[in-house]
């Protein structure tokens, strides 16, 4: 049973940083493209938006500011946000598809976390 636990949100103040985890299992990362998405506060009609992938696509609102790992030792995703703006606020979640959907993975994940609240205050 493939499983996606989030972990490390919180309040933070802006300009501040925060690390996000993801760890997965019941599947081998070779097999998955992994993502963040998040949901906006107020947004909830339109929808998620992609964070970033595994390998390397990012948001434009996010770029040079966050950063997407993984250690597949450790089955774990990371999301590094630095500089944080209160735009920033959402659940994150980390999402999976198989591999051959990749391109995918930010609109039409087949597996979810249950999320992390993000709270970046002004």
């Known amino acids: 049973e493939v499983q996606l636990v989030e972990s490390g949100g919180g309040l933070v103040q802006a300009g501040g940083s925060l690390r996000l985890s993801c760890v997965a299992s019941?599947?081998?990362?070779?097999?998955?493209?992994i993502a963040w998405i998040r949901q906006l506060p107020g947004k909830e009609r339109e929808g998620h938006s992609c964070?970033?992938?595994?390998?390397?696509r990012y948001a434009d609102s996010v770029k040079g500011r966050f950063t997407i790992s993984s250690d597949k030792s450790k089955n774990m995703v990371y999301l590094q946000m630095n500089s944080l703006k209160p735009e920033d606020t959402a659940i994150y979640y980390c999402?999976?598809?198989?591999?051959?959907?990749?391109?995918?993975?930010?609109?039409?994940?087949?597996?979810w976390g249950q999320g992390t609240q993000v709270t970046v205050s002004s």
């Open positions: 019941g599947f081998s990362f070779d097999d998955y493209a």
């Open positions: 964070v970033g992938t595994t390998d390397g």
């Open positions: 999402v999976a598809t198989e591999i051959e959907y990749s391109d995918y993975v930010c609109s039409h994940p087949d597996y």
